[in-house]
């Protein structure tokens, strides 16, 4: 068993049963039921049973996607593109995403030991963040649910020679690591509003050591007044819009011990002239947060506090 795997071995559960998984030939299997999940090289699908019961303000697009998703067979296909992939992408676009992995960088890596840290990406999609952050660890993985995003982010792993990449495809709503994770990134999900939003933090909280930390981010569409006023048109479609006390509200209902905001304003260069004076002046494209991880005393007696950096 090579090193990668066997760490990466020690984090994974079954999310049927929680029980540990072990490597059996060219499978891994689960130690309880013995459930079989196949494995490929640097790639690995550890699905539930079943698909999650999503909350009945979701959508029946939103359903009917999860649920095509879910069912999907992996494939390997070398001419996929996943969303977000540069190649479909405009030259604004990509910078402004620029900006963002560069911004989340020192929150991710804040005091971790590169030879031994491993950096989990949840909806981790076209791999801008896996990418980036793979050299200040030892091992990366990569989780999605979409066939197609897997596909795409493989491929580009192999053109760029990173090797500490292990991908995933799970169902981010229910994860199969059960406080196993030190380092959790979670960005451009919390968008289906608050019901959906409350079960993806749940499963993140679930996810992290208890001396984990997550980063996550809330889109702030009504961010720019020009929008507010009706001067600019509605972009955002059905997604969630969330302002900084409903973040609160919903960080608050969660089973993390802190939160620290990080407000971020995607459309300036972080740490310019311009982001130093104009960041303070304009509310914040996303709202982002570092949370600790769950809490190892009964959630009734737990204390969570806030904290706010730029």
């Given at each position: 068993?090579?090193?990668?795997?066997?760490?990466?071995?020690?984090?994974?559960?079954?999310?049927?049963?929680?029980?540990?998984?072990?490597?059996?030939?060219?499978?891994?299997?689960?130690?309880?039921?013995?459930?079989?999940?196949?494995?490929?090289e640097?790639?690995?699908?550890?699905?539930?049973?079943?698909?999650?019961?999503?909350?009945?303000?979701?959508?029946?697009?939103?359903?009917?996607?999860?649920?095509?998703?879910?069912?999907?067979?992996?494939?390997?296909?070398?001419?996929?593109?996943a969303?977000?992939?540069?190649?479909?992408?405009?030259?604004?676009?990509?910078?402004?995403?620029?900006?963002q992995?560069?911004?989340?960088?020192?929150?991710?890596?804040?005091?971790?030991?590169?030879?031994?840290?491993?950096?989990?990406?949840?909806?981790?999609?076209?791999?801008?963040?896996?990418?980036?952050?793979?050299?200040?660890?030892?091992?990366?993985?990569?989780?999605?649910?979409?066939?197609?995003n897997?596909?795409?982010?493989?491929r580009?792993?192999?053109?760029?020679?990173?090797?500490?990449?292990?991908?995933?495809?799970?169902?981010?709503?229910?994860?199969?690591?059960?406080?196993?994770?030190?380092?959790?990134?979670c960005?451009?999900?919390l968008i289906?509003?608050?019901?959906?939003?409350?079960?993806?933090?749940?499963?993140?909280a679930?996810?992290?050591?208890?001396?984990?930390?997550?980063?996550?981010?809330?889109?702030?569409?009504?961010h720019?007044?020009?929008?507010?006023?009706g001067?600019?048109?509605?972009?955002?479609?059905?997604?969630?819009?969330?302002?900084?006390?409903?973040?609160?509200?919903?960080?608050?209902?969660?089973?993390?011990r802190?939160?620290?905001?990080?407000?971020?304003v995607?459309?300036?260069?972080?740490?310019?002239?311009?982001?130093?004076?104009?960041?303070?002046?304009?509310?914040?494209?996303?709202?982002?947060?570092?949370?600790?991880?769950?809490?190892?005393?009964?959630?009734?007696?737990?204390?969570?506090?806030?904290?706010?950096r730029?």
């Amino acid at each position: 068993m090579s090193e990668k795997l066997r760490t990466i071995l020690d984090l994974l559960s079954s999310r049927d049963d929680g029980q540990p998984l072990r490597l059996d030939r060219e499978r891994l299997v689960c130690s309880g039921c013995g459930r079989g999940f196949s494995l490929h090289e640097d790639f690995a699908e550890i699905l539930p049973r079943y698909p999650a019961r999503l909350p009945a303000s979701a959508s029946a697009d939103y359903r009917g996607a999860y649920r095509t998703l879910f069912e999907q067979s992996y494939q390997r296909d070398d001419t996929c593109l996943a969303w977000g992939a540069e190649e479909g992408a405009t030259p604004s676009w990509i910078r402004k995403r620029q900006r963002q992995v560069a911004a989340m960088r020192p929150l991710v890596t804040e005091g971790i030991e590169p030879a031994a840290s491993v950096l989990c990406d949840i909806a981790a999609g076209a791999g801008h963040y896996t990418f980036a952050y793979a050299p200040q660890f030892r091992f990366v993985l990569h989780c999605d649910l979409s066939v197609e995003n897997l596909n795409y982010a493989r491929r580009k792993a192999r053109e760029r020679h990173l090797e500490n990449i292990f991908f995933l495809r799970i169902d981010y709503f229910q994860p199969p690591f059960r406080h196993s994770l030190d380092r959790v990134l979670c960005l451009d999900t919390l968008i289906r509003g608050e019901a959906h939003d409350a079960m993806l933090l749940k499963s993140i909280a679930d996810s992290l050591q208890p001396s984990g930390k997550a980063v996550i981010d809330f889109h702030n569409w009504w961010h720019n007044p020009l929008r507010r006023l009706g001067m600019l048109p509605e972009n955002f479609h059905s997604n969630k819009s969330y302002r900084r006390s409903e973040t609160e509200m919903l960080l608050g209902k969660t089973a993390f011990r802190s939160a620290t905001v990080f407000p971020f304003v995607q459309e300036f260069n972080p740490g310019s002239r311009v982001d130093r004076i104009c960041s303070k002046m304009v509310p914040s494209t996303r709202i982002v947060y570092r949370v600790g991880g769950g809490p190892a005393v009964p959630a009734e007696s737990a204390r969570f506090s806030w904290e706010q950096r730029r």
